[in-house]
């Protein structure tokens, strides 16, 4: 069994993130020791030690001390890989500590490491940088573009998949006699369904349509919508959004499932009110051997009483019990609605990724325990990171060409390929059939299929 050593302070925060790193992402046998020690002290059973210099956790030594915006970093350094021979990539973000790295090889081995992997991923994983930055934007979330990563351009990595792959690459260079965890690539469809029809009523869809002249100025684009709702409510032709089998289809086509994420709300004007529709759709998902999960309306992600109403109105209509899910409009607060879903007994949600810019907000392409920074307690919810939504690339980068956006999704789905991680994607229902997105539709089954 390994031993951890860990530094007298900040305890619950230590722990937490060993156990994920070294319990559920690599999966090895170990035992957290409390000691008078100034860094992260991993001793494996041959006796060699690996020695992870703390660059964080010790400055801060009274509980919660450390959640202020000075203590963002200013700036961040990369460690490279002709200095560094257990980096997985060529370089490497390093959040806290500096770019070194001593051996030796003698019988009991010393590794003395100065980047500060746990300090390092728990910023990434809990997001507490999140929770002392106070800029949002105007649905209130927070933006990609105030995020560390984002600044320092490594958004697009799954760093703290790569500090990981490095600590198994120091364990295993001292010889450590077990093995790890043998994790197998996923690709993942979501879908939420924010509006389960285009037309669902006479009226639905009208002010689109008008829009398409008084807006758009477009005649023809007018005509064409204005014949496509007559023809769905004579039933000639199926709604634009009913693209339930089309979806299932081709997740059955490439061995996939997919999730299918029910919304349901008159709360806000950015609710749908899809109750009426949610048994057909239900029945039509489980009879293909897909997935339902939860879509809160927009002001539940704050709001435990209209998260709980809202789920239990949708699980009585469609008969099943809701355990995971995404926030409508990917509205989060850190660790509020985290806590949220604990209480209400999910067991996985999947909201972490920027409405405005797609990529790794949490560092990270595992399944992963939560962590309440602010009651210091590791929960029992699990989150899976969304890695691409759809509309942060249409909607945020307009003038993008679908060649492109599939080159930008493919990308990121081959770094997650190579960490072995989850690929998670989300592309709405309501995703084609329509002039924005129709040039695009080709991008969905590319990516599922390469």
């Not at 200095?83 to 490497?92: R, S, T």
């Not at 924010?194 to 002010?207: F, Q």
């Not at 990724?353 to 907000?361: H, L, P, T, V």
Request: net charge neutral.
């Amino acid at each position: 069994m390994i031993k951890v050593y860990i530094p007298d302070n900040n305890i619950n925060e230590r722990i937490y993130i060993v156990n994920v790193l070294i319990g559920e992402f690599l999966g090895l046998d170990y035992e957290i020791i409390k000691s008078n020690k100034i860094s992260w002290e991993i001793e494996i059973e041959n006796g060699s030690k690996l020695i992870i210099q703390d660059y964080f956790f010790n400055k801060y030594k009274n509980d919660l001390e450390y959640l202020k915006l000075e203590n963002i970093p200013l700036s961040i350094s990369y460690g490279q890989k002709n200095n560094n021979q257990f980096l997985p990539e060529d370089n490497i973000p390093i959040i806290f500590g500096e770019d070194k790295i001593l051996f030796n090889n003698s019988k009991e081995k010393t590794i003395i490491c100065g980047i500060d992997i746990f300090a390092s991923s728990f910023f990434m994983l809990t997001r507490w940088e999140e929770y002392v930055n106070n800029e949002r934007d105007k649905h209130k979330r927070f933006p990609a573009s105030e995020s560390l990563a984002f600044k320092y351009n490594f958004l697009n990595r799954p760093v703290v998949n790569e500090y990981v792959e490095m600590l198994w690459n120091m364990l295993n260079f001292l010889g450590t006699n077990q093995k790890r965890n043998k994790d197998e690539y996923k690709i993942i469809l979501t879908h939420d369904v924010d509006i389960a029809y285009r037309y669902s009523s006479i009226k639905s869809g009208l002010g689109s349509i008008v829009s398409d002249i008084i807006k758009r100025k477009n005649i023809g684009l007018f005509y064409n919508n204005f014949k496509n709702k007559i023809k769905v409510h004579l039933k000639i032709e199926k709604d634009p959004f009913d693209t339930y089998d089309y979806l299932m289809d081709v997740s059955n086509k490439y061995s996939a499932k997919s999730y299918f994420f029910l919304h349901s709300s008159t709360a806000s004007k950015y609710d749908s009110d899809n109750y009426k529709y949610l048994v057909k759709i239900a029945k039509k998902i489980k009879e293909n051997g897909h997935f339902i999960g939860y879509h809160p309306s927009y002001n539940a992600y704050n709001n435990l009483a209209l998260f709980k109403k809202e789920k239990k109105k949708i699980e009585d209509i469609i008969g099943e019990n809701l355990v995971f899910g995404r926030q409508h409009f990917l509205r989060f607060e850190v660790p509020t609605t985290w806590q949220i879903w604990e209480d209400a007994n999910m067991e996985w949600d999947s909201t972490l990724s920027y409405a405005d810019k797609e990529g790794f907000r949490c560092g990270c392409c595992y399944p992963y325990s939560v962590f309440n920074f602010l009651t210091r307690k590791k929960l029992q919810l699990k989150e899976r990171p969304l890695i691409v939504m759809e509309g942060s690339i249409v909607n945020y980068q307009p003038e993008i060409d679908p060649d492109t956006m599939e080159k930008k999704i493919c990308s990121l789905k081959e770094k997650v390929k190579k960490y072995n991680g989850e690929f998670i994607l989300l592309w709405h229902n309501s995703s084609f059939n329509s002039e924005t997105w129709t040039p695009y539709e080709k991008v969905y089954e590319n990516i599922i299929k390469y």
